[in-house]
């Protein structure tokens, strides 16, 4: 039987394979970021000023209140025009000081998480075109195998293109219900990835965390197993190798080192879904990190929950000094 470095020899001794890929923080710090494709600013650039005249048309469903919030169901438009629905949290007193978009993993959203978004902010929880539970079947296969391969022939229509754009949407829709703001993006696995591609291009955003992030430094990436996502584009590109011209558009290490602003990255050194080197590829292209080590991530293991407070500590203090240094 395979022997894994230690603690994970005990933590995850029924592992199929080494979630650390044999990597170290010190290995996985080297990795380098993808270089650019030509004309990959000049074409996301374009995507931007397109979305620009989507009119986002933000309706309010439901209203109620949670945990001290108003929290409303609301529908905005996506780039090419579905509508697509989230939650809008603002305060109950006192206008806003910032605004947050929170994106989410690869199993869609069932709900908010109010942890990382401080009292004073609003924030939308988008919940990306196609996935649970508010926008399921809505312009994109649910299936997550499936929905990380939709347009995958054409960088135009690539699912991962599109949702990245849909940021910019929903903080259109964000900021015509509650107020111009300036933006922080906090975003896990699949949202930290898409977050990454969408970051660069909107001058509203000072800043984000980005946790875990997928879609990262494919050269790495496409050259292992993992139980995400990845290993369905993996197989895709094993049948259709002319596909990974496609996805160097759509590199988050490729588009965060295009991008200007504080960004906190939380990496983890294990992680079977998202491979290390992804993750840290990312990492290792923003311009102005902070990087807080994960011990490992998409896992349960011994003092998660401290580590996981810690880490939102760390998430709503990075907010807070982006913020002040912003105004």
Known sequence: ?????????????????????????STLREIAPVPAPPGFAERWRRWREE??????????????????????????????????RAWLVEPLEGPARVGVVHGHGYGGRDAIDLSRVPADAAAIFPVARGLATLNAGVGAPDQPLEHVLTGIDDPERYMLGLCARDLWLAADALTALAEPLPLYYIGESFGGGIGALALPWDDRFIGATLIVPSFGQYDERLAVRCLGSGEAVRAHIAVH????????WF??????????????????LWDQSVPPQGQ???????????????PAGHADYP????????????SRAHLARTLRAAS
């Not at 590199?251 to 983890?268: K, Y």
């Open 280 to 294: 840290f590829g990312v990492a290792n292209a923003a311009r102005m990190l902070e990087l807080f080590v994960l």
């Open 251 to 268: 590199d988050a290490s490729t588009a965060l080192g295009v991008a200007r602003v504080p960004v906190r990255v939380e990496a983890a």
């Open 303 to 314: 003092g998660l929950d401290e580590v996981t407070a810690e880490a939102v500590r760390g």
């Open 51 to 84: 979305a620009r005249t989507t009119d986002a048309a933000p309706t309010v469903l439901s209203c109620s209140v949670v945990d001290g919030r108003q929290v409303s169901i609301i529908e905005h438009a996506g780039v090419d025009g579905i509508r697509l």
């Open 1 to 25: 039987m395979t022997s894994f470095p230690s603690p994970y020899d005990t933590w995850f001794p029924d592992a199929e394979f080494d979630g650390t890929y044999g990597h170290t923080l």
């Open 241 to 248: 190798p002319e596909a990974r011209e496609v996805l160097r």
